[in-house]
């Protein structure tokens, strides 16, 4: 297992990155190609803090993918296509998971016992992921208030270090904040721990790439503050009209 640091996202999704780029290796994959891999724990000290957008993170095909990322995970906005198209969605699974909602639990039980250590969500349906095709990447998200501050780990089993993993650390610590706000606490450390962090072999060239700007320290002109990154979202919209 390696470790990556940031104070915010942007700083510890890179610093993952330089860390696969270093200590990964070449494993075959079940898509018939091979990927740069290795267990990768990325840890954010202070994940509320801007700048909390990375342009290079975002690569849902549009600007403003992330934040229709993010209705997905919190508001189930895709749900209506599970079953069509879809295996399943996060906000399925932690709001309505056989029919519980997790989160509000959650929420639930840290206000009487802030403490606590039962305080967990989950993915797996065993029934309906074993033999799935695409099953859910993120398995478990366990909080725990300390220091009247929300901590957050999440535990993925396999994550597109590339073009996953910033959209997804940014969509959980939305949540994070959420779940915050409902016990009337500030934002703690975020934890993101990946069984397998890993870049394809169709991606080796620009994730390379990629690591030179980070090295260089080019990279952090693509790093926006949440609100800069509405506006410009904002803007683009506008422009379509």
């Keep these: 297992m390696k470790f990556a640091f940031g104070m915010t996202i ?13 200590h990964g290796k070449w494993i075959d994959t079940e898509y018939g190609e ?11 000290s202070d994940p509320s803090r801007e700048p909390r957008v990375h342009l290079k993170g975002i690569v849902a095909g549009h600007i403003d993918g992330l934040f229709e990322y ?8 895709q749900d209506f296509r599970i079953g069509k198209d879809w295996h399943y969605t996060y ?7 056989r029919g519980i909602d997790q989160i509000s639990a959650v929420i639930e039980k840290l206000k009487n016992v802030p403490y606590s250590r039962r305080a967990q969500a989950i993915t797996w349906i065993p029934e309906k992921d074993i033999n799935a095709e695409a099953p859910p990447c993120v398995q478990r998200l366990w909080f725990r208030v ?9 535990h993925i089993r396999s994550n597109d270090a590339f073009k996953c993993c910033f959209m997804n650390m940014f969509a959980m610590t939305e949540l994070q904040r959420r779940v915050a706000s409902e016990l009337q606490v500030s934002v703690g450390r975020y ?7 890993h870049v394809y072999d169709r991606d080796w060239k620009w994730f390379v790439s990629f690591i030179k700007q980070i090295s260089s320290g080019f990279s952090k002109k693509y790093w926006y503050s949440t609100q ?4 410009w979202c904002q803007r683009q919209n506008q422009s379509r009209v």
């Design 146 to 154: 300390e220091r009247d501050q929300l901590v957050l780990h999440v």
């Design 70 to 77: 993010v209705n997905e995970v919190l508001e189930g906005t």
């Design 191 to 197: 934890v993101h721990i990946a069984d397998s962090f």
């Design 91 to 97: 906000h399925e699974r932690l709001f309505n998971y």
């Design 228 to 231: 800069e990154m509405r506006n």
């Design 34 to 44: 091979r990927a740069w891999d290795c267990p990768m724990t990325i840890i954010v």
């Design 10 to 22: 942007p700083e510890a999704w890179e610093n993952a990155l330089v860390r696969l780029r270093k």
